[in-house]
């Protein structure tokens, strides 16, 4: 099934789309103080890395905040700016839940149920099915919205559907097809776009194309495509750019080879190879640094092996293994550590155990 959590990352943007906060600001903010008003959101926010919810007093606790508040709003305002701070904060709270989407059932049955949980309340929910049963496909968060994207349907049937995910509405919305089917890919947000890289498509050939869409324009364009077509990699953005590491394709089985694309200049570039060959592995970024953890080796070995890439350097350092070989397992961050959980493992095929 396709794990993914959502933190609460929230930007300005977010914080001036919620209807009455945005009523409120443009009644009370002359235009030189929406820069004050910025830099304090933006202070207020670094508080909301691990708080699930926020109030009111959270909202004017931020010094800089208050400051700008005080200067900016009217006492008859305050009751709106309130009610304003109240609705960012139910927004917020949706967006600290896991969410575990499709996959396949025990009878062996493609899925389209989706369910989420509250690791502060522990409160588990069934959510409104996709439109289409899948497993295997990208997910991804943008501005608080659920994507899923590709995959394989029932009959293994490679797909090009999205759909996105309303966590406010808890509906599902169905979005503009890829122009090829997909599955095996991996996707990124970088300043808001989506992209979609690589994969396998319906004629199981492996791919080396990238496709990127604007969730507010809905289409998807062709981008320039890899070096090395492969599927099962790893990817993630950092500095502004798509990483993508490793992965299986043909003819060269399993992969050490790394490229990014930058997105201003519409190019990749070939990067420094891994000193393992992997795939079914993960990937995160810490502190500006990239992660590379298990997956599959070029002899089909489970690894337990880890290496680091600095992207200002352009070079790998192996770090200490896992205490347990694994592949395809996830992956998370949180509070400056790398968690990696479950996955497929020799001799215990299907893992429970959790390291960070």
């Known amino acids: 099934m396709q794990t993914l ?26 235009p030189h103080d929406m820069i004050a008003l910025k830099l304090a959101v ?77 690791p502060v309340t522990g409160i588990r929910h069934t959510l409104a099915p996709m439109s289409v049963a899948r497993f295997g496909p990208s997910a991804f968060v943008i501005a608080g919205q659920l994507y899923i994207v590709g995959g394989e349907g029932a009959g293994v049937q490679r797909l090009n559907s999205a759909e996105r995910f309303v966590p406010v509405a808890g509906v599902w919305l169905t979005l503009a097809p890829l122009s090829v089917e997909r599955c095996g890919h991996s996707a990124s947000a970088i300043g ?11 004629e199981r050939q492996c791919l ?25 990699h790893a990817s993630c953005g950092m500095g502004g750019r798509q990483y993508i590491i490793g992965g299986y394709g043909v003819p060269v089985r399993c ?16 990067l420094a190879p891994m000193s393992v060959a992997r795939f079914g592995h993960s990937s995160s970024v810490i502190a500006g640094q990239l992660y590379i953890v298990g997956g599959r080796g070029a002899d089909s070995r489970c690894l337990n092996s880890a290496e680091c890439f600095d992207p200002i350097a352009g070079n790998w350092q192996t770090l200490a ?4 070989a694994r592949f395809g397992h996830s992956s998370s961050v949180m509070g400056g550590r790398q968690y990696i959980v479950g996955g497929y493992g020799v001799p215990v095929r299907c893992l429970r155990s959790a390291e960070c």
């Open 5 to 30: 959590t959502i933190t609460p990352s929230v930007t300005f943007d977010d914080l001036v789309s919620v209807p009455c906060l945005a009523s409120a600001i443009g009644r009370m903010a002359p």
């Open 42 to 118: 933006t202070s207020f926010m670094q508080t909301l890395k691990f708080t699930p919810s926020v109030t009111f007093d959270d909202l004017v606790s931020v010094p800089c905040l208050a400051s700008a508040i005080g200067r900016m709003a009217p006492p008859h305002d305050m009751i709106a700016l309130k009610l304003a701070a109240t609705s960012m904060s139910k927004r917020i709270v949706v967006l600290s839940h896991l969410y575990v989407v499709g996959g396949v059932g025990a009878g062996g049955q493609c899925l389209n149920s989706a369910e989420c949980f509250e």
């Open 192 to 202: 808001g776009q989506l992209y979609i890289v690589g994969g396998y498509d319906a």
């Open 208 to 232: 080396n194309s990238t496709e990127c869409s604007d969730p507010v324009a809905g289409s998807w364009q062709t981008l320039a495509p890899m070096s090395v077509a492969r599927f099962g």
């Open 255 to 270: 992969l050490r080879s790394a490229e990014c694309f930058d997105p201003v200049a519409g190019i990749w570039q070939t």
């Open 321 to 324: 293994p896992m205490s347990v």
